[in-house]
Every structure is written in structure tokens, then in C-alpha cells.
Nanobody
């Protein structure tokens, strides 16, 4: 069982930055690939980024590539999402998720989910 708790969301102006964190419980954090997803009001949840168990491999949605960076610290059981050059369309609830596999862009592949943190970008 893995419990995930996100933090770091908030209100920011367009062009600004935020860093999200996702703290995981348990001693098997390094066994999971970790992903970030987001859900905007009235829209379906969408993939944002994924990182492999070791942290060597990453992959991003086209909409955030070159602006967002996913990273992890296995010693701290934490995955991060650094978000730069934020746009109003980035406004959403951001959730982290753990995949007991090699990592994926499909939410059905993920085994555990956090509750999410709200990110609001004003224009």
C-alpha cells in the first residue's frame, strides 16, 4: 500500500512558476514509476509527466514539454513537478500517481493516487 500526498499548489500569475511535491509513504517508493496528471474544471483528467523508478527516464505531454520538469528523490520518497512559464490553461487539480510497472501515460495503469493540489494561473 502506498499513500501519496501532494503539496505546493496555489495561485500564480501567468508566466510564473510553482513546484509541486508528492510525498509517498512506505519503503517501496523506488519500486514505482511516478506520474503527474491534472484535471481542469469540466474536463477529463489528462497525463502531464512520468518518471521511471530510477529517475533516469522522463516523458511529458506535448502541452507542458519544455516548461515542466519532473524529478524524484528516492531517499526522500518524493516526486516533484517544477512548473515554469505557467499559462491560464494550466489551471487544474494536479495529482500524482504510482505505477507498479515501468510508467505510462494512461491513468488506468496506475495503482495509487493522491488527492491532488489546486493550481490556479491568473491572466
Amino acid at each position: 500500500q502506498v499513500q501519496l500526498v501532494e503539496s505546493g499548489g496555489g495561485l500564480v500569475q501567468a508566466g510564473g512558476s510553482l513546484r509541486l511535491s508528492c510525498a509517498a509513504s512506505g519503503r517501496t517508493f523506488s519500486s514505482y514509476a511516478m506520474g503527474w496528471f491534472r484535471q481542469a474544471p469540466g474536463k477529463e483528467r489528462e497525463f502531464v509527466a512520468v518518471i521511471s523508478r530510477s529517475g533516469i527516464s522522463t516523458y511529458y505531454a506535448d502541452s507542458v514539454r519544455d516548461r515542466f520538469t519532473i524529478s524524484r528523490d528516492n531517499a526522500k520518497n518524493t516526486v516533484y513537478l517544477q512548473m515554469n512559464s505557467l499559462k491560464p490553461e494550466d489551471t487544474a487539480v494536479y495529482c500524482c500517481a504510482a505505477d507498479n510497472g515501468s510508467g505510462a501515460t494512461t491513468e488506468s495503469r496506475y495503482d495509487y493516487w493522491g488527492q491532488g493540489t489546486q493550481v490556479t494561473v491568473s491572466s
